[in-house]
């Protein structure tokens, strides 16, 4: 069964500080892939970064950066000198590509940046 | 279009009425899923269209739910005889599943916002 476990509800941190959010993922597969979603107050979800479970390479998309383990099947999200526009919900998804597809969300972590 | 797009973008319906929820998705994509997000809640699986077929129906919560999807286009969620349970965000999203994991990212709707009174 696939499940992604996003254990952090809240974070509050002030702006500049560096965050992490965690995104621990449970999956049989050894096809499959990772993301990232950023939903502001607006609501509308916004994708941010797909990873492939053949790719473990880190990738830093100027202040954002993501660290894919599979030894500890974690693809945390870090987000250096953090800004008050960073304030959303994120959430870590998992989609297997073997047949028919599930993609499947955690919780989400409410991250809240304050000036 | 140049987006998914969902309508009506809000719906308030009496208890008990039927509602019908419209997704249109990105042009070109083949698969499409239909998620509930509640109040401060995560998102919350329903189903999932390869072209017009429903390969997983696991998510729809009872028989009041039913969704199709034509010409591999255009879904309709429709929820019979709601409840106030059913109150939540009903989002809609796209892929391309592309091969090699190109594609596979979701784009999402903005989502309707359904009350039921």
């Known amino acids: 069964a696939q499940k992604v476990t996003q254990a952090q509800t809240e974070i509050s941190v002030v702006e500049k500080e560096d965050v992490t959010l965690d995104c621990v993922y449970e999956t049989r597969d050894t096809t499959y892939y990772l993301f990232w979603y950023k939903q502001p107050p607006s609501g509308e979800l916004v994708f941010l970064i797909r990873?492939?479970?053949?790719?473990?390479q880190n990738e830093i998309s100027g202040r954002y950066s993501w660290n894919f383990q599979k030894s500890t099947s974690s693809f945390n999200f870090t987000i250096t000198a953090s800004q008050v526009v960073d304030s959303a919900v994120y959430f870590c998804?998992?989609?297997?590509?073997?047949?028919?597809?599930?993609?499947?969300f955690g919780t989400g972590t409410r991250l809240l940046v304050s000036p | 279009g140049a987006g998914v797009s969902q309508s009506p973008s809000n719906k308030v319906t009496e208890k008990g009425k039927d509602v019908e929820l419209r997704c249109d998705p990105i042009s070109g994509h083949t698969a499409l899923y239909w998620y509930r997000q509640s109040l401060g809640q995560g998102l919350e699986f329903l189903i999932y269209?390869?072209?017009?077929?429903?390969?997983?129906k696991s998510g729809l919560p009872s028989d009041r739910f039913s969704a199709e999807r034509t010409g591999g286009s255009v879904s309709t969620l429709t929820i019979q005889r709601t409840q106030q349970e059913d109150s939540a965000v009903y989002l809609c999203?796209?892929?391309?599943?592309?091969?090699?994991?190109?594609?596979?990212?979701?784009?999402f709707g903005q989502g309707t916002r359904l009350t039921v009174v």
């Open positions: 990873r492939n479970s053949f790719d473990e």
């Open positions: 269209f390869q072209g017009n077929s429903a390969p997983d």
């Open positions: 998804a998992l989609l297997i590509n073997t047949g028919f597809q599930k993609l499947v």
């Open positions: 999203a796209s892929s391309l599943q592309g091969r090699g994991g190109v594609g596979t990212e979701a784009f």
